[in-house]
């Protein structure tokens, strides 16, 4: 009741102003913050990242690592911040963040506002890690050489974090998805791999892609990724969409990146085709519309090994993470799987 009073009050507000007053909610301890649900069953093991559960929560929700404490106790397996950039960036212009009530989701145009990589660091060496954390690296919208910045940004933070994301699929910095292309991905996997190498620890390393791809560029990123074995320790599927298909809300033809509802069955297509590419080889997150545990088992079956999720937290608060994590125990255990692996691609063929 207190939740769904909370989540009216929020909602009264304009959707940017009500995410700040939510952060500084959690970094006052207020909030259900009595750590991850787990189960045997639950409890896996993504890129060699040990996690509670398999629930995670999406970049973008915590840009500049500000309450990456208290949301290790939020129900979450692992959280990602970020994006981070070399140098902080204001982002865009206000208003860049819509509610689509009726259509459970939302709009963002942010362009990467965040506080620049350094106060990010600083802030993450102070976090204790209770969960693995990870940081999403982007670009300057600036930036002479993007390929760059994103090294940069692992050189930085890399030793404070347990896995990074590269993001080339943001669809609110100009040109940026042009950089999913084949031969520049692998000139950005190359670089930020050459700084890898010199780590003593290096962390695991994602790729995040659009779910606005044809079926050749998905094939072109798993060939990239197939080719240089060891560097990309999985796929992030997917970003926002572009796409504004049977959308009822009056925000709905703003500009900026799709979020929620109406994204889970083309992310999770994109999902389905990227395990069947792959062939159950490179770890997957599934992300796009998560906000139930059928949804979670959804993207599961359909090839994930873990899921991420951000605007489902918009209209069903943070208890809705240890919802779907109990939700997702039961599921397994109706369908006789002894743990989230046996489960993973067990319904690709629905999906493709």
């Known amino acids: 009741m ?27 301890g207020l909030g259900p913050l009595t750590g991850p649900y787990t189960t045997p069953r639950l409890a896996t093991t993504v890129a060699g990242l040990d996690m509670p559960n398999p ?36 982002g865009n212009p206000k208003p860049r963040l819509f509610r689509l009530t009726e259509d459970q989701a939302a709009i963002n ?14 802030r993450l060496e102070k976090t204790p890690r209770e969960i693995p954390i990870g940081l999403n690296l982007g670009a300057n919208k600036d930036s002479a050489d ?41 000139e950005i996997i190359t670089r930020v791999d050459a700084v890898r190498l010199i780590e003593a ?3 695991a390393l994602f790729l995040k892609i659009a779910p606005d791809l044809t079926a050749q560029d998905i094939e072109d990123i798993v060939s990239v990724i197939l080719d240089a074995p060891g560097r990309i320790s ?30 889970f069955e083309k992310s999770t297509r994109v999902l389905a085709q990227l395990h069947a590419l792959t062939r159950g080889t490179i770890p997957l997150i599934g992300v796009g519309g998560v906000a139930s545990a059928e949804q979670a088992y959804a993207k599961i079956r359909a090839g994930a090994s873990a899921v991420q999720l951000y605007t489902g937290l918009v209209y069903g608060g943070l208890s809705l993470v240890n919802d779907i994590a109990k939700g997702l125990d039961a599921l397994l255990e109706r369908d006789g799987h002894a743990n989230v692996a046996q489960a993973v691609g067990s319904g690709v063929s629905e999906w493709t």
């Open 201 to 203: 620890e290096p962390v």
């Open 2 to 28: 207190l939740e769904n009073f909370g989540l009216k009050v929020l909602h009264a507000f304009d959707p940017e102003r009500a995410h700040g007053l939510a952060l500084t909610a959690l970094k006052m």
């Open 146 to 186: 993007r390929l760059e910045d994103f090294a940069a940004v692992y050189r930085r933070c890399a030793p404070h974090i347990d896995f990074a994301t590269i993001n080339v699929s943001s669809p609110n910095t100009e040109k940026l998805r042009d950089l999913q292309g084949k031969e520049a991905l692998a």
């Open 55 to 90: 629930i995670g929560l999406a970049a973008g929700f915590d840009k500049n690592a500000e309450a990456a404490g208290p949301l290790q106790r939020a129900g979450f397996g692992f959280i990602e911040v970020g994006a981070a950039t070399p140098k902080s960036q204001p």
């Open 109 to 122: 145009r942010f362009g990467f506002n965040n506080d620049g990589m350094d106060v990010i660091a600083d």
């Open 234 to 263: 999985g796929i992030i599927a997917t970003n926002t969409t572009l796409d504004r298909d049977g959308l009822q809300s009056p925000n709905a033809h703003e500009k900026g990146g799709l979020s929620g509802q109406p994204v």
